[in-house]
């Protein structure tokens, strides 16, 4: 899966001389978050959060009338409260990477830009969480097993053809880092599987069974 399969394309953008009000309308009306700037060319030059917006807004506690505030928030442009340092990804990043370069930098979302710096869309945390979910099968009925797993070679041939014996199918896997070295953990969706067969399986082929539920 690669970012072009969940981002938002085409993208909301907006210019530097867009006017605060604005901005704050079109993120208020659609529900954003963050819009990405860019210039005529459809380049992207900054991005802005609703975070920035908030911060560059008048306290509550200021002595200022409605209409001055008005006036005031009529002359603020984009330009003036941008970053201009982003993190971007690109169509052709696979999801994962995109995703770890959010968590490790705590952004919420990435402009998504091709080999002209030109923005076609726009990835979120929720467009993650989505993808987690439908990696995982989240939502479909199935046995739902945790295994810990030697990490050797045809350990996931072995569990395809332990899962085939009892007449089961896998939905969905994923692997994790477990606690102890030398070994993974794996999380496994399967359907039409009868839950004490293939856990006997599969204590039986040296792999240790975490937890095994119907969901």
Known sequence: ??????????????????????????MNDHGFRRLPVVNKKGKLVGIVSER?????????????????????????????????????????????DAAHLMADNKIGGLPVVDENERVVGVITETDIFKSFVEMFAGGHSGLRLTLQVPEKKDVLLDLSRSIRKVDGSIVSVGSFYGDVSGERGLVVKVKDANRGQLVNILEALGDHVVDARDV
């Open 52 to 96: 920035d917006l908030l911060y560059a807004s008048p306290s509550p506690a200021t002595s200022l009338s409605v209409w001055e505030i008005t006036y005031l928030l009529s002359k603020v442009r984009i330009r003036e409260i941008m970053t201009r340092e982003v993190f971007t990804t690109t169509p052709d990043t696979p999801i994962e």
């Open 1 to 26: 899966m690669f970012v072009r399969d969940r981002m938002s394309s085409p993208p909301v953008t907006i210019t530097p001389d867009t006017p605060f009000q604005d901005a704050l309308k079109l």
